[in-house]
């Protein structure tokens, strides 16, 4: 067998982390056992460990089971399912929606729906690894084009050819490790204008971002081919969606081999999903506040630190740049009380590493003024 060698500086240890006694904020460090304040979990509104989640994901499973046994074509649908979807396609207004158990599932099957080994994938640069498998998967010619460069865009789709050949393009709403925004109003304006589909990823900004949390898809989603979302950030649950229109939405229950053959979503995940969307229904104001707490933090840490700070969300990064830097600083951090994870190559290119942390709903201005005075330590 081939030895593989991996460089000293790509190697990973996993650490393991246990949730403290007090909800959403803190976790503990089992090693140590000392508690630190959560800077990077994706559960942006603490809907994770919401009693009212906890609760219908509890009596779901004292009626349905823990797990669904099958896949969807078996014994695995359950009214559970075909609720959630119902509800979620009606709040996004799409004809379709279809649950997975992930959502690298979900992106892998929304690409070969669209794309084969004769089509033209045009990406934006930083698409997630679970979209880049899908082109993969799917055989076919991968394009890239300058993160959220609009001219790059539509000088790929021209060279492309979109007259003689099939072409999709991939972007993200917003991208998860820089935290920017796609300008999806223009982006659907030259897929519409040059008949080209479109697939958008919406998985850090649904519930938070666009109209009551629907998503920055959602009012020019007429001109988008698919979207792809998760329930396990905003909505605190797990699993993930489709969502589309009826032909696309049958075509991939009759074809798509990441439905088809997994086991389906579990339906306590299902239950804790659908009580979250009732959860961000009730309170169409906290995507809002978010967004404004996130503003406050950026702008206090480009105050108080030198390193540059980048993002237009709840997501933000701390760019330090050598890989060796940002772990001593994420260790930093944690010996102070805080958890922020170091993002390093592949992830990031090289020389970009980061910090990168997100803004949640219980973080308090207590918690950015501890964090301010320890970053403004650090040497």
């Given at each position: 067998m081939k030895k593989i060698k991996i460089p000293k500086n790509r190697i990973r240890k996993l650490k393991t982390y246990s949730l403290g006694k007090k909800p959403f904020e803190l976790i503990s460090l089992n090693s140590q056992n000392k508690k630190l304040i959560d800077l990077c979990s994706n559960d942006y509104f603490g809907l994770s460990r919401d009693k009212h989640l906890i609760k219908a994901a509890y009596e779901i499973s004292l009626l349905e089971g823990i797990g669904s046994g099958s896949s969807r074509f078996i014994t695995g649908s359950r009214p559970i399912h075909k609720l959630l979807e119902t509800k979620l396609a009606k709040w996004l207004d799409q004809e379709k929606v279809l649950l997975f158990p992930s959502g690298f599932q979900a992106n892998?099957?929304?690409?070969?729906a669209l794309?084969?080994?004769?089509?033209?994938?045009?990406?934006?640069k930083l698409i997630h690894n679970s979209l880049l498998v899908g082109v993969k998967a799917a055989q076919a010619k991968l394009v890239r084009f300058s993160h959220n460069n609009l001219k790059d865009l539509e000088d790929k789709i021209i060279n492309s050819n979109p007259t003689k050949n099939s072409i999709l393009v991939v972007v993200e709403s917003l991208y998860s490790m820089e935290g920017s925004i796609a300008p999806l109003r223009e982006i659907t304006e030259i897929c519409k204008k040059n008949s080209v589909q479109?697939?958008?990823?919406?998985?850090?900004?649904?519930?938070?971002?666009?109209?009551?949390g629907r998503g920055l898809s959602f009012n020019c989603r007429s001109d988008i081919t698919i979207i792809t979302g998760t329930f396990g950030k905003a909505f605190g649950s797990g699993g993930a969606f489709i969502?589309?229109?009826?032909?696309?939405?049958?075509?991939?229950?009759?074809?798509?081999?990441?439905?088809?053959?997994?086991?389906?979503?579990?339906?306590?995940?299902?239950?804790?999903?659908?009580?979250?969307?009732?959860?961000?229904?009730?309170?169409?104001?906290?995507?809002?506040?978010?967004?404004?707490?996130?503003?406050?933090?950026?702008?206090?840490?480009?105050?108080?630190?030198?390193?540059?700070?980048?993002?237009?969300?709840?997501?933000?990064?701390?760019?330090?740049?050598?890989?060796?830097?940002?772990?001593?600083?994420?260790k930093y951090l944690e010996k102070n009380g805080f958890l922020a994870i170091a993002i390093r190559p592949p992830t990031v290119p090289v020389g970009q590493s980061r910090i990168r942390i997100t803004i949640?709903?219980?973080?308090?201005?207590?918690?950015?003024?501890?964090?301010?005075?320890i970053l403004k330590d650090f040497k």
């Open positions: 892998i099957a929304a690409i070969e794309a084969n080994r004769n089509s033209i994938v045009i990406a934006d479109l697939l958008v990823d919406e998985a850090h900004a649904i519930g938070i971002l666009g109209p009551e969502a589309s229109n009826s032909e696309i939405g049958e075509y991939l229950i009759q074809t798509s081999g990441a439905f088809r053959y997994t086991t389906a979503l579990a339906p306590s995940l299902a239950a804790g999903a659908l009580e979250g969307l009732n959860k961000i229904l009730e309170n169409k104001e906290w995507g809002n506040d978010l967004l404004s707490s996130a503003k406050v933090w950026k702008d206090e840490i480009i105050k108080n630190f030198s390193f540059p700070v980048q993002g237009d969300s709840h997501i933000l990064s701390i760019i330090v740049g050598q890989e060796e830097k940002a772990i001593y600083l994420q949640r709903r219980n973080l308090d201005f207590n918690m950015l003024e501890n964090f301010i005075a």
